[in-house]
């Protein structure tokens, strides 16, 4: 069972921005930085943000994330085909060890 | 280019025993610290394990303490995971990462562990 708690779906249509939550507690994402990660169909995740709301050279700007108190979300705007993918949030927890919520499967309809 | 290659899966037996490798390049591997994320079919990421770039700390996930053994030999900028007692939910793709805690810039490609008799 995932420690961090996210929508098993969400959905847009394209041009659209689509919000992806990420629900924790304070030993994980009240005290540390969040991560999210991309992956899409057949390969290896993605770092996409970092630091709860930095983003990688490469990564567009129409990603974008937040935090507040112990939740966290990704906001992707201008939703594009090439989007559709499951996305992670991620999260180092004070009991020494990383946890990853259960995943959020993006379709572009 | 930073660049992680892992090898060493395939299929064991339940209560097998396996050692998967990752060998990196393309960055100062011995100041990196470094993770196992493993992935079972059709689920989602999964931390296993994480161990300090001088491999004096190591970090794991309370489903895989007592069997799993990271450990890193700077020397050859390789990374391992020994696997013990293996069982059938531990079926999964491992992936190697370049990481800092939670933060992982760098994934390799994974290797296909299946546990089955």
């Known amino acids: 069972q995932p420690v961090l708690t996210q929508p098993p779906s969400a959905s847009g249509t394209p041009g659209q921005r689509v919000t992806i939550s990420c629900s924790g507690s304070s030993s994980n994402i009240g005290s540390n930085y969040v991560y999210w990660y991309q992956q899409l169909p057949g390969t290896a995740p993605k770092l996409l943000i970092y630091?709860?709301?930095q983003r990688p050279s490469g990564v567009p700007d129409r990603f974008s994330g937040s935090k507040s108190g112990t939740s966290a979300s990704l906001a992707i705007s201008g939703l594009r085909s090439e989007d559709e993918a499951d996305y992670y949030c991620?999260?180092?927890?004070?009991?020494?060890?990383?946890?990853f919520g259960g995943g959020t499967k993006l379709t572009v309809l | 280019e930073v660049q992680l290659l892992e090898s060493g899966g395939g299929l064991v037996q339940p209560g097998g025993s396996l050692r998967l490798s990752c060998a990196a390049s393309g960055f100062f591997f011995s100041s990196n610290a470094m993770s196992w994320v493993r992935q079972a079919p059709g689920k989602g990421l999964e931390w296993v394990s994480t161990?300090?770039?001088?491999?004096?700390?190591?970090y794991y996930a309370n489903s895989v303490k007592g069997r799993f053994t990271i450990s890193r030999d700077n020397s050859k900028n390789t990374l391992y995971l020994q696997m013990n007692s293996l069982r059938a939910e531990d079926t999964a793709v491992y992936y190697c990462?370049?990481?800092?805690?939670?933060?992982?810039?760098?994934w390799g490609q994974g290797t296909l562990v299946t546990v089955s008799s």
């Open positions: 991620a999260a180092w927890d004070d009991s020494l060890s990383v946890v």
């Open positions: 990462a370049k990481s800092q805690y939670a933060y992982i810039d760098y």
């Open positions: 161990i300090s770039g001088s491999g004096a700390n190591t």
């Open positions: 630091s709860s709301n």
